[in-house]
């Protein structure tokens, strides 16, 4: 995943249906139309994550196996996920910082029904759900957005994209 050097860090492009987590310092960049990335920083434990989701709800709704191989993709499944993660490094989750990017409303053919948006609303029920807060989120419109995570400060710079 390390794909080379930014700001003197090794930086990792997340591609989507991917989760990073990491203790070592890094800068994971991603670029997000209507999915959504939600970024978790324990700063005392210096443990971060960041997931690039696709779709908001899993069509097996919580029956997968462990090893499911699209556990990554639904924000409903990976969102548990990342806590569960955290937790196993005995991180509550009220000790988490939590940030929400992407969701944008993209034109395409034929789509019905607007997947940022239901992105949007699945992340924040789901975050709601496991009783975490958000401390910045960037989300919906008709914009893509490339978001830079430096995994060891929690710090996030957005671009948005025209």
Known sequence: MIIGEFDG?????LLSEKLYIT????VVATVLGSCVSVTMFA?????AAICH?????CPKA???????????????CVIPKMIEKFKKRNI????????????ADMPGPGTVEKIGNLNIQTALG??????????ASDVGGNHGRKIYFYTHTGDIVLKRLE
């Open 9 to 13: 860090f090794p930086y990792v492009y």
């Open 23 to 26: 203790e070592k310092p890094s």
């Open 43 to 47: 700063r005392k434990a210096g443990l």
């Open 53 to 57: 989701a696709l779709l908001p709800n």
């Open 62 to 76: 919580g029956m997968c196996p462990a090893n499911c191989v699209q556990q990554y993709k639904y924000v409903d």
């Open 92 to 103: 509550r989750p009220r000790d988490l910082e939590v940030n929400l990017f992407g969701g």
């Open 126 to 135: 789901t975050l709601r759900s496991e009783k975490l807060r958000l401390k």
